[in-house]
């Protein structure tokens, strides 16, 4: 069985969806009657790309102000795309937003309904693009795909189509995510200022509904000695009108207290994520929250809320708080801080917990529903 893999998003820094593609198209090389094509944007290829880091294109800003730009890219790239169909695909499987136009059958994977709920969170263009081609696509998927069966819930709803055209087919936590020891991991602590188990981190693009407002506002609460002995370090990439909270965050960030990160290469991520003393993440709204899922695998206890999918990843291993409640937040950090046993009790739980995921479970639940298209 042939498939055609749309991989053009790891030609762009991996956030979630591309981390999804790189780890589902590893996994899928063990099924033994499978073999995926990765369509790249421009051509296709039978091996993954690197991944880029930010600045890989200087072309995205302008595309956004040049009108008709995204539907002039998705006519070359759909040109390209019917030049692969010598290849012999049977079946296409689009793991964003919305799929190109294929005559074979087709399964899409929709992580979330963010542009329903935080338009704001999408370029002008990009989201009349979504708005105006997503429902078409689900309409012509054969199976849908979710991370979450809040997901499935909430597009089943939505677009008013039976429970039997989901499945959802949970994510994992990469193998870089693991528990390692403190000397493993000094040398990248060292480089951001930290000791292990003595700073809370946050990851997550700046955008507002990652609600990162919420742990600069806890973390101002904290005695100042306490700040300055557990900093909070934030990891992730400049979202689209990420300047709602810019003002905010130059205050935290003046005090020393607060360290902006940036997009960080994916093994020092993983050393930080094993190093904290918790990973805070107060999202207002998830498909999965694989983060989440990251930390608990690194043995570093969690803080989230318990909107959308969150609870499916945590379960009873998480620290759950109120999203718009710092006192909440600032007691949850204490606690970590101030209670050894309950720390260690949430470490064990978290790693307990990221057992029931993997990838290789996902390629599974992913490759039934492929054949389940094919009939076989």
Not at 41 to 46: A, I, L, P, R
Not at 139 to 168: K, N, W
Not at 269 to 279: E, F, I, P, T, V
Request: hydrophobic share 45%; charged share 20%; net charge negative.
């Amino acid at each position: 069985m042939r498939i055609a893999l749309n991989a053009r998003i790891l030609q762009a820094p991996r956030t979630g969806i591309g981390h999804y593609v790189a780890e589902l198209a590893n996994a899928l090389a063990d099924e033994p009657d499978i073999e995926l094509a990765l369509f790249h944007g421009w051509g296709w290829s039978s091996a993954l790309p690197e991944a880029a880091m930010p600045g890989y294109s200087r072309l995205t800003p302008l595309l956004r102000q040049i009108p008709g730009a995204y539907q002039a890219r998705r006519w070359l790239e759909q040109k390209r795309f019917d030049q692969g169909r010598a290849q012999s695909i049977d079946l296409y499987h689009e793991p964003s937003l919305w799929p190109l136009s294929f005559d074979g059958p087709t399964i899409i994977t929709l992580h979330d309904l963010t542009h329903l709920h935080y338009p704001d969170t999408q370029p002008p263009a990009r989201l009349r693009e979504i708005e105006r081609r997503l429902a078409d696509g689900v309409r012509q998927a054969s199976l849908i795909l979710t991370d979450s069966q809040f997901i499935a819930d909430e597009a089943q709803a939505h677009f008013g189509l039976p429970a039997e055209r989901f499945v959802v087919a949970p994510l994992g936590a990469a193998a870089r995510f693991h528990p390692r020891t403190p000397e493993a991991i000094d040398a990248v602590l060292k480089a951001h200022g930290v000791v292990a188990r003595e700073y809370f981190l946050c990851v997550g693009t700046l955008e507002p509904r990652k609600n990162l407002t919420l742990a600069l506002r806890a973390h101002a609460l904290l005695p100042e000695a306490v700040r300055q002995r557990f900093p909070l370090l934030i990891v992730g990439m400049a979202g689209w009108q990420h300047e709602q909270f810019s003002e905010e965050l130059r205050t935290a960030l003046a005090t020393g207290d607060v360290c902006l990160l940036g997009y960080l290469p994916d093994e020092d991520l993983a050393q930080l994520l094993a190093g904290a003393r918790a990973l805070i993440f107060p999202s207002l709204y998830e498909g999965f929250g694989l983060p989440v899922l990251e930390a608990m695998a690194s043995a570093t206890p969690v803080i989230l809320t318990r909107h959308s999918a969150m609870p499916e990843v945590a379960a009873t291993a998480g620290n759950y708080i109120e999203p718009d409640n710092p006192d909440h937040l600032r007691d949850a950090m204490n606690r970590l801080i101030d209670d050894p046993i309950h720390w260690q009790a949430c470490r064990d739980a978290g790693l307990q917990q990221a057992k029931l995921f993997s990838w290789k479970r996902c390629a599974k639940v992913t490759a039934r529903a492929y054949r389940q298209v094919m009939g076989d």
